[in-house]
């Protein structure tokens, strides 16, 4: 057993440095946690810590049930995998993956077997003697993967591992990276800023933002029903459309068209509606339950449209708030504009942009957030 647990942990470098403000999160064995985050939101900071590389200003790590707070990282027993793959030029491949062994006073019997073993799970049986330098970029994520893989440690830790890969290769190895940790049963935590990895080779996600856990939850949870208005506009791709809205009565106003509120204990007077580009339906110009609208722009992705859509009668509205959010206040810009995926059929294969449309937003689609502090009210 070698849960990891991290308990209310800070690191503050300077009063205005705090790039972890306040973070529990657990990780059982056989747990695929990643870490998701724009860049400079405190991910690699956070795997520091966890490595041991840096001491937190506040909190409690713990592995196994086992505070390590103060632990050398050596001695923590965790293998870490960094972008730049840190491999040692002058050693080779097999040499490279057994260096930990080596350290730990391991026969070299030992070392060469384990060292063969992983290298062949990982197709570097024949590439044993090469140098990093002679080694493609992918071959290099391989045997900086063999190193940590061999250790057998409690716990492993990757750091924006694919993101030296080109985009056909990091399909591939996060597909094998996926079987590969399953296979460990160990506690994983993966940090990357690539929402399709996290979404892909997780079980759970957290997405960080601000040196705080925004949502902890697993991908499709987090897709489907995001904690709030940050979350919602940092996962899916094309974004989701998020609108800032005039309430009257129980109401929403999108250009002349009245959405039903959610339920809510009184009614604000602005509220975000968020919904995603593939969850609005184009319907017929004769169905009067939707909203019109002109195509403005046809972005064309192959077997689909992004139609971005004006909406007919409304002004976009949009909000100037300090960081605080302390000073508030909400003005207009020209017309909403709604992105909407569609893919393509004989239907729409015509369809222009300056055309007339109609759509339908599905009321169990709609997202809705609180405007000022962005939290979910459904
Ligand atoms: N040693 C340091 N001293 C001061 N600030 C730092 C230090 N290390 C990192 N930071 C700051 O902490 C923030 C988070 O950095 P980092 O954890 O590397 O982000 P991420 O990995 O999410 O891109 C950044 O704003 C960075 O400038
Ligand atoms: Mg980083």
Redesign the pocket.
């Known amino acids: 057993m070698a849960k990891l647990q991290l308990n209310s942990l800070q690191?503050k470098?300077?009063p205005k440095?705090?790039?972890?403000k306040d973070i529990t999160i657990e990780v059982e064995d056989g747990e695929f946690l990643t870490?998701l985050?724009?860049?400079?939101?405190?991910?690699?900071?956070?795997?520091?810590l966890i490595a041991g590389l840096?001491p937190p200003t506040k909190g409690q790590i713990s592995i196994g049930g086992k505070n390590v707070n103060g632990v050398a990282p050596g001695d923590r027993n965790i293998a870490m995998v960094f972008q730049s793959y840190a491999l040692y030029p002058h050693m080779s491949v097999a040499e490279n993956i057994g260096t930990a062994l080596k350290l730990r006073k391991i026969s070299k019997s030992e070392i060469e077997a384990r060292v063969g073993q992983v290298a062949d799970k990982l197709g570097l049986g024949s590439l044993l003697d090469r140098k990093p330098s002679k080694l493609s970029g992918g071959q290099r994520q391989r045997v900086a993967l063999a190193r940590a893989l061999v250790r057998n440690p409690e716990v492993f830790l990757l750091?924006?591992p694919l993101s030296n890969l080109d985009a056909l290769l990091r399909e591939q190895v996060r597909a094998e990276l996926k079987q590969l940790f399953k296979q460990q049963n160990k506690p994983v935590v993966y940090?990357t800023?690539d929402q399709t990895e996290a979404m892909t080779l997780s079980s759970k996600v957290a997405v960080?933002y601000d040196g705080l856990v925004q949502q902890l939850d697993p991908p499709s949870r987090i897709y489907t029903h995001p904690a709030n208005e940050f979350v919602a506009g940092f996962v899916g791709s094309p974004q989701m459309n998020l609108l800032v809205l005039k309430c009257e009565e129980k109401q929403a106003i999108l250009g002349d068209f009245k959405i039903s509120l959610p339920k809510l204990p009184t009614v604000p007077p602005h509220i975000v509606l968020g919904i995603r580009p593939e969850d609005i339906r184009l319907v017929e110009l004769d169905n009067s339950d939707a909203i019109s609208g002109q195509i403005y722009l046809i972005e064309e992705l192959g077997k689909e449209n992004l139609v971005s859509i004006q909406v007919e009668g409304s002004q976009l509205l949009q909000r100037k708030q300090d960081k605080k959010r302390e000073k508030f206040e909400i003005f207009a810009l020209e017309n909403t504009k709604i992105v909407v995926r569609v893919l393509i059929s004989d239907d729409n294969k015509s369809l222009q942009e300056g055309d007339a449309v109609k759509f339908i937003i599905p009321p169990e689609k709609m997202h809705w957030f609180d405007v000022k502090e962005g939290y979910r009210l459904n």
Do not use: F, Q
């Not at 985050?37 to 520091?48: D, H, I």
């Open positions: 690191k470098y300077t440095a705090i790039p972890v870490l985050g724009p860049s400079g939101c405190g991910k690699s900071t956070l795997l520091r840096e750091d924006e940090v800023h960080l």
